[in-house]
């Protein structure tokens, strides 16, 4: 495949048009539609629907467009870095990162990482549903217990564990017995947890009078004496060493990951490199205490 012609390529898409493209490059426009043409050639495949005012990508042409236009970028980014003398950390980074993890603490790690690398635009959304990283233009994400996915590739970088906690004077049922939780998310009717405890894996029966969209909200709820719920160690921790709550057991469940997660396919720009070491640094041990610190 001639590079030349796939940068053209790109360039073409990205404007919508052969005229807007040379206009905003100061390319002829006859090179351009002549390296198309020879690009499709080459492949074999239209790669544009040519309309009366306006080319529109084929579906092949935008399979081939979202695959490449990133590579594109990122090489001519590491180039300029080269030519500039190093690879300092510059432009701009966007993360998508989850609820409870950007409450907790990514409003810190920000700040941090925007005064170490003040050439680095950082932009942070929070979500928790999954993203198409290419397509919605993410540098990096950061997921609890991801699915695999072959385009992605990352690091864990913290664990915690997830607790049944409850106030003071709550004690567990007995056995065939509920007691009053606090949940996140909808209320779907009485239900049982599965919790680790020294005699070993006991049955709780809960029955939900409290539903909240944060687990922030939710263990707020709890040290009023709503009722008991789960919570992550690192969400629970201060509130169990003052004994303002207490645990009944670890949730018989996986422990709970955090991952930062790029697209395997990309260079690794010199912003996502330093926001992973930055990452690092900020909980060196990826522990439940260091997450605990952070929230403070």
Request: aromatic share 2%.
């Given at each position: 495949m001639d590079l030349l012609a796939l940068v053209d390529f790109n360039l073409v898409a990205r404007h919508g048009g052969v005229g807007r493209a040379a206009r905003a490059s100061d390319r002829p426009k006859a090179t351009l539609s002549r390296h198309i043409v020879a690009l499709e050639s080459s492949l074999g495949t239209r790669l544009f629907e040519r309309g009366a005012r306006a080319l529109k990508l084929t579906e092949e042409g935008k399979a081939l467009y979202e695959r490449t236009s990133v590579l594109l970028h990122e090489i001519e980014e590491t180039a300029g870095e080269i030519a500039g003398?190093?690879?300092?950390?510059?432009?701009?980074?966007?993360i998508s990162a989850p609820l409870l993890f950007s409450q907790a603490a990514m409003g810190k790690l920000a700040a941090g990482f925007a005064l170490n690398y003040p050439e680095v635009r950082l932009e942070v959304t929070t979500e928790d549903r999954p993203v198409d990283?290419?397509?919605?233009?993410?540098?990096?994400?950061?997921?609890?217990?991801?699915?695999?996915?072959?385009?992605?590739v990352g690091r864990i970088f913290l664990?915690?564990?997830?607790?049944?906690?409850a106030?003071?004077?709550?004690?567990?049922?007995?056995p065939g017995a509920t007691v009053?939780?606090?949940?996140?998310?909808?209320?779907?009717?009485?239900?049982?947890?599965?919790?680790?405890?020294?005699?070993?894996?006991?049955?709780?029966?809960?029955?939900p009078v409290l539903s909240l969209a944060s687990l922030f909200m939710v263990r707020d709820a709890v040290r009023l004496g709503v009722g008991a719920a789960q919570l992550p160690l690192s969400l629970a921790s201060r509130d169990l060493a003052a004994g303002t709550l207490v645990s009944w057991g670890e949730i018989d469940a996986p422990e709970i990951a955090l991952w930062a997660l790029y697209p395997s396919r990309r260079l690794l720009s010199a912003r996502v490199s330093a926001f992973l070491a930055y990452l690092k640094e900020a909980f060196?041990?990826?522990?439940?205490?260091?997450?605990?610190?952070?929230i403070g």
């Open positions: 003398g190093g690879a300092t950390p510059r432009g701009r980074l966007r990283m290419v397509e919605e233009g993410y540098d990096l994400v950061i997921r609890v217990n991801p699915a695999p996915d072959a385009n992605l664990r915690d564990r997830l607790l049944a906690v106030p003071p004077g709550l004690a567990p049922p007995e009053p939780a606090v949940v996140r998310g909808a209320h779907r009717g009485p239900s049982s947890w599965r919790v680790a405890c020294a005699s070993g894996i006991a049955s709780i029966g809960v029955e060196p041990l990826g522990t439940a205490d260091e997450l605990a610190a952070c």
